[in-house]
């Protein structure tokens, strides 16, 4: 059974730096995919940002030139350098991987990033 577990949410002010990381586990493949996605309360879940297993990365154009995505194919980590952070950032935030062999979608159970001052 393939877990995707979260770490790094937290409450930060806004301009303020955060890392969130995902570690996948009980896979017997790789990971085509890994990235995160977002959900804000009365929205629907987002794309933050996500990349491929030979480095090719997306964003959304609303965290572009502020977070980081990348990823340790070895250790089936992925982790979000998220800067200048603003109050309209505030969402949960979900780890997600797609499995290469399968294709089967995984989810996080969530971590939530809050930016207030």
């Known amino acids: 059974q393939v877990q995707l577990v979260e770490s790094g949410g937290n409450l930060v002010h806004p301009g303020g730096s955060l890392r969130l990381s995902c570690a996948a586990s009980g896979s017997g493949s790789a990971f085509a995919i890994m990235g995160w996605y977002r959900q804000a309360p009365g929205k629907q879940r987002e794309l933050v940002a996500h990349?491929?297993?030979?480095?090719?990365?997306k964003y959304a154009d609303s965290v572009k030139g502020r977070f980081t995505v990348y990823r340790d194919n070895a250790k089936n980590t992925v982790g979000l350098q998220m800067n200048s952070l603003k109050s309209e950032d505030t969402a949960l935030y979900y780890c997600?991987?797609?499995?290469?062999?399968?294709?089967?979608?995984?989810w996080g159970q969530g971590t939530q990033v809050t930016v207030s001052s």
């Open positions: 990349i491929t297993s030979v480095g090719f990365v």
């Open positions: 997600y991987a797609q499995e290469k062999l399968t294709g089967q979608n995984y």
